[in-house]
C-alpha cells in the first residue's frame, strides 16, 4: 500500500472559490506529480516537482499553482475555480531511481465547481 | 505524435474466465512500458514495469507481454475475480526522459460479472 494522501477526497465548490488539494507522502521521494482525469480519458501531467523548491509546469496547461516547501508536501491551489477545472486530480510520487522507478499514486480528489 | 491506444475500450467477462487486453504505442525512443490497475474512484497501482530487454513479466494472475518489434503489449488475466474489475492503463516512457514523460493510455475498462 503506498503511502502518499490526497484530501479531500470529494470538493465541491462554487465559481470564483479558491482551493488548495493536499497532498502528502511518507515515502521520503523527491519527486511529485499532479495528474489531471476527466472520465474515460488518458492522464495528464499538470505539475511536477524534482525536490524542494523546485517546480514545473507540466504537459497540459493549467491555471492551478504548486508549491514544494518541504519533500512530503505538494499542495495544488486554484485562485479562482471555474466549472471547467470540474475533474480528478491525482497526486503521485516516486524516488529517484533510473528509468524502472515506480511511480505511486494517491487516491485522487474529485472536484466538482459549481 | 507519442501515442498509447488501448483496446478493447471496455470487456465484460464472467468470473473465473481469462482475458487479454491489447496496447499499442507509437512512442519514441522507448524506455518502459507499465501496466496500472485503476479502481473506480482510487488512484492508478502499478502491476508491471517492463524495460527494452523484458518480453514478459508476471505478477500473481497478470501476466504483461512486450514486442518492442512491433511495439506491442499485451495484459493477461487469468481465472478472473469480482475484484479484478477495473480500469487498466497502459504507460510508455520515452528514453532519456524524465518520469514525467510519461504517455498514459485511455485504458480498459473490465468488469467482471458473478
Known amino acids: 500500500e ?3 494522501y490526497q484530501t479531500p477526497r470529494y ?6 472559490k479558491k482551493i488548495t488539494l493536499e497532498c502528502s507522502q511518507t515515502m ?3 519527486k511529485m506529480y499532479w495528474y489531471q482525469q476527466d472520465p474515460g480519458m488518458e492522464l495528464h501531467l499538470i505539475h511536477y516537482s524534482y525536490g524542494v523548491n523546485s517546480t514545473e509546469k507540466g504537459d497540459l496547461s493549467s491555471e492551478s499553482t504548486v508549491s514544494r516547501i518541504r519533500t512530503e508536501h505538494f499542495p495544488l491551489t486554484l485562485e479562482s475555480a471555474r466549472p471547467s477545472h470540474t475533474s480528478q486530480y491525482l497526486c503521485a510520487s516516486s524516488e529517484s531511481r533510473g528509468r524502472g522507478e515506480k511511480l505511486f499514486f494517491g487516491s485522487g480528489t474529485q472536484l466538482s465547481v459549481l | 505524435k507519442n501515442q498509447v491506444e488501448q483496446s478493447p475500450q471496455s470487456l465484460i467477462i464472467l468470473e473465473g474466465k481469462n482475458c487479454t487486453l491489447q496496447c499499442n504505442y507509437t512512442v519514441s525512443p522507448f524506455s518502459n512500458l507499465r501496466w496500472y490497475k485503476q479502481d473506480t474512484g482510487r488512484g492508478p497501482v502499478s502491476l ?6 523484458e518480453n514478459t513479466k508476471s505478477n500473481g494472475r497478470y501476466t504483461a507481454t512486450l514486442d518492442a518489434d512491433t511495439k506491442q503489449s499485451s495484459l493477461h488475466i ?4 469480482l475484484s479484478d474489475s477495473a480500469s487498466y492503463i497502459c504507460v510508455v516512457s520515452d528514453r532519456g526522459s524524465t518520469l514525467g514523460r510519461l ?10 460479472w458473478p
Open chain 2, 48 to 53: 508491471t514495469i517492463m524495460t527494452f530487454s
Open chain 2, 103 to 112: 504517455y498514459f493510455g485511455r485504458g480498459t475498462q473490465l468488469t467482471v
Open chain 2, 78 to 81: 487469468t481465472a478472473s475475480q
Open chain 1, 2 to 4: 503506498a503511502d502518499i
Open chain 1, 11 to 16: 470538493l465541491v465548490i462554487g465559481t470564483g
Open chain 1, 28 to 30: 521520503g521521494h523527491d
